[in-house]
């Protein structure tokens, strides 16, 4: 193993840092010790170095797997910029580009190889002639079906460790809860790998959800005292990017688009363009991000709810990469989860997507200190609330619930569970519309019981009924809301419950009457 002065050394000739962050060096080592290695770092935590070094010092090569093309040469033109001896491989270059890499690499000249995981059957005869020190797999819960982001090139690279097994492997990623940490390291062949887990708590980021309604002014009103601070706007679909960076230019913010359908020299421009502060918002669908160093974003907003805890906390995870405070918000509507149920629903391992999705819905929907939930998804426990999470700012407080309950479920009573919330909400109003006149909703006997509570608070109000178990969304028979087994507690054996008081009430001076 190479002495520290000279590990001290190399940091930072090569990097130009006189300290190593948390876990970097413990990691280092562990690899000169020839050891297997899982790297769970938070985006930003620093993962490059941990093989980046190693891999000057090691005698041979270091081969990093990357998933992304785009990514892998921005790193190595980082690298290289910093004298170190890298280079890639991957399916856009030329065969004349490869073979010239091909020789680099026999004759020892390159240090660090970047390769896709499709390309890297076309290295194998390659790499038999080479010395191997070590092999890094970047982005390594793309292997897992139990990750968010599964790759089905990645679960070939297992027989990395086969064919080399002398050579120590590290794998790293940003986001892994338990199951798939366990499931990475098997499917790598590195069952007793060392697992290093670096907290995941970026105190600098302030953590606020909010109703998704009226979006854009929300927006707007965010941006309002944040004038050229760069951020970055995630939507789930590609029309809600161009439709919202549209509307920002046209009230002078300078916003662009950016997603998968866009062709690659244009997203190239908007990558850069943000990244050197000529664009000062990008809204874009997942695809924007990984790999991005800008370590000044400010604010990220989610339009729509991510589909897991993961996703959502590597996106929030670009901002505030320099320390500095920066916000976070996402907008939570119905409508998002019902949409994100459906892909869930069609897609392979519906089970699990399923859950994760309940753990983002139960994160939204949390009337406690929302960093304390985010931890503990990535088996981390703090003590203290946070402080710097909309909940802890402004605790909510709480009323006696029971009557709006009561109103709320004989409502769904009388309409025989037969209706989404909207029209569960119509009907408790008094509303005058298609919904109710069709089906005579008007004769019911709950029709109009509860005209004293705005729409938008009904809303929150059964939300927050669903969440505590005394109704339920059929998501499988369009979305009807239903009773449940604890409903007949309040309707019919007295039982009492408490609800967060809405503050929206407060705003418009318009009291709850509890009869
Ligand atoms: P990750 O891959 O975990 O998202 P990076 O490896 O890209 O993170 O590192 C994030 C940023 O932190 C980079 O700008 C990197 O140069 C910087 N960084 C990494 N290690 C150190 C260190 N020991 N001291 C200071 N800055 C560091
Ligand atoms: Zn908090």
């Not at 073979?99 to 660090?112: A, P, R, S, T």
């Not at 199951?179 to 990475?184: G, L, P, V």
């Not at 089970?351 to 309940?358: G, I, M, P, R, Y």
């Not at 008007?442 to 004293?452: S, V």
């Amino acid at each position: 193993m190479p002495e520290q002065p000279q590990i001290l050394a190399t940091l930072k000739e090569y990097f130009g840092y006189d300290t190593f962050r948390p876990l970097q060096q413990e990691i280092i080592h562990s690899i000169f010790e020839g050891k297997d290695n899982l790297v769970i770092m938070p985006t930003g935590g620093g993962k490059s170095i941990c093989y980046q070094l190693p891999a000057i010092l090691l005698p041979g090569i270091t081969l990093v797997i990357s998933p992304l093309i785009a990514l892998m040469k921005d790193q190595v033109d980082g690298l290289l910029a910093n004298g170190i001896a890298a280079a890639y491989v991957n399916s856009s270059q030329h065969p004349d580009e490869q073979q010239e890499i091909y020789q680099k690499v026999l004759d020892k000249e390159i240090k660090l190889l970047y390769v896709a995981p499709e390309s890297l059957s076309f290295l194998d005869t390659i790499l038999s002639q080479v010395k191997v020190s070590l092999v890094a797999i970047d982005e390594a819960h793309c292997i897992s079906a139990w990750g968010h982001d599964f790759r089905p090139a990645y679960t070939q690279l297992g027989y990395l460790k086969s064919k080399f097994p002398e050579t120590p492997v590290i794998a790293l990623t940003a986001t892994a809860d338990k199951a798939t940490r366990q499931d990475i390291c098997d499917q790598l062949n590195i069952p007793e790998a060392t697992q290093h887990l670096a907290s995941f708590d970026r105190k600098n980021l302030s953590l606020e959800v909010r109703p998704g309604n009226k979006r854009i002014e929300q927006i707007y009103n965010f941006l309002s005292d944040k004038p050229n601070q760069s951020g970055i706007i995630y939507c789930l679909s590609r029309k809600t990017t161009e439709a919202l960076a549209e509307k920002l230019n046209d009230k002078g913010y300078k916003a662009e688009a950016y997603h998968a359908g866009i062709d690659h020299q244009k997203r190239s421009q908007v990558q850069e363009d943000f990244i050197n502060d000529t664009t000062q918002i990008v809204c874009a669908t997942i695809a924007f991000g990984m790999g991005i160093d800008k370590s000044n974003v400010r604010w990220v907003i989610h339009y729509n709810l991510p589909k897991n805890i993961e996703g959502y906390y590597q996106e929030i995870g670009r901002a505030g990469r320099d320390g500095l405070p920066s916000s976070t918000l996402l907008f939570h509507s119905y409508a998002d989860v019902v949409q994100l149920q459906k892909f869930a629903d069609m897609s392979g391992n519906k089970e699990v997507q399923l859950a994760k999705l309940d753990r983002m819905k139960q994160y939204a929907e949390s009337l406690s200190c929302r960093r304390k939930i985010l931890l503990s998804y990535f088996g981390e426990l703090i003590e203290e609330d946070c402080g710097n999470c909309d909940v802890c700012n402004d605790p909510p407080t709480f009323i006696d619930g029971t009557i709006i309950a009561q109103k709320a479920l004989s409502c769904v009573t009388r309409i025989k569970e037969q209706e989404p919330i909207g029209t569960v909400i119509d009907v408790l109003r008094g509303a005058q519309n298609a919904a109710v006149y069709d089906k005579e909703y008007q004769n019911l006997k709950t029709y109009g019981i509860g005209n004293d509570i705005a729409w938008r608070d009904w809303q929150q109000y059964i939300i927050q009924l669903i969440n505590q178990g005394y109704l339920e969304i059929a998501f499988h028979q369009n979305n009807k809301l239903k009773l449940t087994s604890l409903s007949k507690k309040i309707l019919f054996e007295g039982e009492k419950i408490s609800l967060a008081h809405l503050k929206e009430l407060e705003k418009a001076k318009q009291p709850v009457v509890i009869q």
